[in-house]
């Protein structure tokens, strides 16, 4: 563990197994059984034999997204509920994983919020963000650690994270980090859409940035320190929806942070 540590404080991002595949399963059947019920109850009686059965989830997803947004924003609320979901976000392993990474003592507790389950349809920007940096838009103050857990073996056709490399060591800056960070000194942090969501196609205007892109497998979680600038990639795929887990932790010994 100790060098996967110091490759995570050299790289700032670490690539591994966290979560026990048993959880990882039974939090994919419980999504795939929500796409199920609302295509059901919003389209019609599902015919096994109009689909490729390898590849249910996605035409049943798509469709609902097709026909209506909404459809998906229910599963998007209800899956977060679940305790499928917590299980994953909140399992032993995963949660020594960030102690271990944010230095704190094994019986320390810690703060998680931004808990979410990206779902990304092919060739979708509408709920993407471009690069950014969430040190600067998250608690003020707060030494945190974030993971990106995928639900399905992701390539760079899926579009993995990508990530500035070192970012988390020299700062690089987009053309709207100075106007992100006034309105978030300012308190406007939810008023600015530019820091509630920023363009996919944003552009970083420091010089000599070199970018890479993490694809993890099914079963392994990225890592990676607030202060790296980093965005999904599109999902460039014409038939496959890309799904991952993602969660903040917090040290919560961090008296000076604005979580008190």
């Known amino acids: 563990m100790n060098d996967k540590v110091s490759d995570f404080l050299l790289n700032g991002y670490l690539i591994t197994e966290s ?3 048993s959880y990882l399963m039974e939090l ?4 795939i059984n929500l796409v199920k019920r609302s295509y059901s109850k919003n389209i019609g009686t599902i015919r096994i034999g109009d689909y490729e059965e390898n590849n249910l ?5 798509i469709e609902l997204e097709n026909k209506n947004h909404s459809y998906i924003t229910k599963i998007y609320d209800s899956i977060r509920l ?3 979901y917590f299980n994953v976000v909140n399992s032993k392993e995963h949660i020594d994983y960030c102690k271990k990474l944010l230095q704190v003592e094994k019986d320390a507790d810690l703060f998680i919020n931004s808990m979410s389950i990206r779902m990304d349809p092919p060739s979708s920007k509408t709920f993407s963000y471009g690069w950014h940096t969430d040190a600067d838009v998250n608690i ?3 030494d945190f650690v974030q993971s990106w857990i995928p639900l399905g073996n992701i390539n760079k056709e899926l579009g993995g994270l990508e990530i500035i490399e ?3 060591i020299k700062e690089f800056k987009t053309e709207y980090t100075d106007r992100i960070r006034e309105a978030v000194n300012k308190g406007n942090r939810l008023k600015d859409p530019i820091v509630y969501r920023t ?6 205007i420091t010089p000599e940035y070199v970018q890479k892109i993490l694809t993890p497998i099914f079963g392994q979680t990225i890592f990676f320190s607030n202060k790296l600038m980093h965005r999904s990639g599109i999902n460039k795929s014409k038939d496959k929806v890309r799904l991952a887990v993602t969660a903040f932790y917090h040290r919560s010994d961090k008296s000076e942070s604005d979580w008190y």
């Open 19 to 21: 979560v026990p595949l």
């Open 28 to 31: 994919k059947e419980t999504l």
């Open 57 to 61: 989830i996605n035409q049943l997803f």
């Open 82 to 84: 679940t305790t499928s």
């Open 140 to 142: 003020k103050k707060s």
């Open 166 to 168: 070192k970012s988390h």
């Open 199 to 204: 363009p996919h196609d944003t552009k970083i």
